[in-house]
């Protein structure tokens, strides 16, 4: 595996780590954001294992969320069809946190940590194979 996949996938799991430690403290919103970092990073990590490393960051989880798709799931059949739909669930929700004056709870901070550990499971599988 490349140097650049095993600092993101260390990044990754850091972003989780982070994401528990919220939860743990009753930090919901930050809780969901790191979550959904977690995936992203797990997801850039494959896509380098492969060679594929976006041009630039502008828009990147856009990038991530088409090439990760196509790459990951539909062509090299690497992950299950379901990673497609966690990412975008926890951008939603990320963006929620973010953007909207709505509170996160302590149900979908839970559940976007169930889906962070599940993706990040899956990479992990895939990894190191």
């Known amino acids: 595996m490349s140097e650049k996949a095993i600092n993101l996938?260390?990044?990754?799991?850091?972003?989780?780590?982070?994401?528990?430690?919220?939860y743990e403290n009753g930090f919901y919103d930050?809780?969901?954001c790191r979550s959904y970092f977690a995936t992203l990073k797990a997801?850039?990590?494959?896509?380098?294992?492969l060679?594929?490393?976006?041009?630039?960051t502008v828009r990147i989880g856009y990038w991530v969320q088409a090439n990760f798709a196509n790459e990951c799931i539909h062509r090299?059949?690497?992950m299950p069809a379901e990673s497609a739909r966690w990412l975008?669930?926890?951008?939603?929700?990320?963006?929620?946190?973010?953007?909207t004056d709505e509170?996160?709870?302590?149900?979908?901070?839970r559940q976007?940590?169930?889906?962070?550990r599940e993706f990040l499971a899956a990479v992990e599988r895939r990894l190191k194979s």
């Open 51 to 56: 060679g594929l490393l976006p041009k630039n």
């Open 103 to 109: 509170m996160m709870t302590e149900r979908k901070a």
């Open 88 to 99: 975008a669930e926890l951008r939603n929700l990320r963006v929620q946190a973010e953007y």
């Open 9 to 22: 996938w260390r990044k990754a799991c850091q972003a989780l780590s982070v994401a528990e430690l919220a």
């Open 112 to 116: 976007a940590i169930k889906l962070a």
């Open 76 to 78: 090299r059949k690497l």
């Open 30 to 32: 930050e809780a969901v």
């Open 43 to 49: 997801a850039l990590a494959l896509l380098a294992s």
